[in-house]
């Protein structure tokens, strides 16, 4: 992986976590996801105040299964915010589709480096499945900041915390044998095992269909 594809990694993180700490919602990254419902939006709301009601800076789409809503090579604008389903970001390599990271309800995922540098993106976002979200312009993203002054602060100060967290994946990557990152998967996250396709799963891991099966059957 090669430091750029690194970098963003960290930076998108940083943003998943923080914008949903900054709202009061806590370990993204546990076993159990929290839902993305109305009831997330109700407590936006009530940190607003008297401004402006944070819905109208968002947009709900229904999307259908391998649909693109980022490519690479296109330039980010929208952050989008899971309400159902299961999306990937990924890049192209020599012709070889390579999955970066899964997100699922109650997460959030952009091409961030994309979405604050107006540079092309280095990653595609598709859905694996169905799925609901709820996106929100980087026009509109700026003005809701604006109605949370404390928001950009916070995600200043989890800055090292985050990267920490994913240098440690990343170190991983180079440490640890694809069995072992596969008991991994299993025990740290069996939503992935239980919802996504086993050839996105082998290219997450870094290795071919063939291997992945293998490793299974000697569980």
């Not at 105040?49 to 330039?75: A, C, H, Y």
């Not at 989008?80 to 990937?88: A, P, S, V, W």
């Not at 092309?120 to 929100?136: D, G, Q, R």
């Amino acid at each position: 992986m090669c430091v750029r594809n690194f970098v963003e990694l960290t930076l998108l993180g940083f943003f998943c976590n923080e914008f949903f700490l900054s709202f009061g919602f806590s370990n993204l990254v546990q076993e159990q996801q929290m839902t993305m419902s109305e009831s997330m939006f109700d407590q936006i709301i009530n940190k607003t105040g008297d401004g402006e009601n944070p819905m109208v800076f968002f947009e709900e789409r229904r999307v259908s299964p391998k649909t693109i809503l980022l490519r690479e090579g296109e330039t980010s604008n929208h952050i989008y915010f899971i309400k159902e389903g299961c999306l990937r970001l990924w890049f192209n390599k020599n012709g070889k589709d390579i999955t970066v990271q899964f997100f699922f309800e109650g997460q959030a995922v952009a091409s961030i480096d994309s979405f604050v540098s107006n540079q092309p993106s280095m990653f595609s976002l598709e859905s694996i499945e169905a799925a609901t979200v709820y996106s929100i312009s980087k026009g509109n993203f700026e003005q809701l900041q604006q109605l949370h002054p404390g928001f950009r602060d916070s995600f200043q100060k989890l800055l090292f915390q985050r990267f920490r967290n994913y240098a440690r994946l990343f170190l991983s990557r180079i440490k640890d044998s694809p069995r072992e990152r596969y008991d991994e998967l299993v025990a740290d996250h069996p939503e992935i095992i239980q919802r996504v396709p086993q050839h996105y799963i082998a290219s997450y891991l870094g290795i071919t269909p063939i291997s992945l099966s293998r490793i299974r059957n000697r569980r």
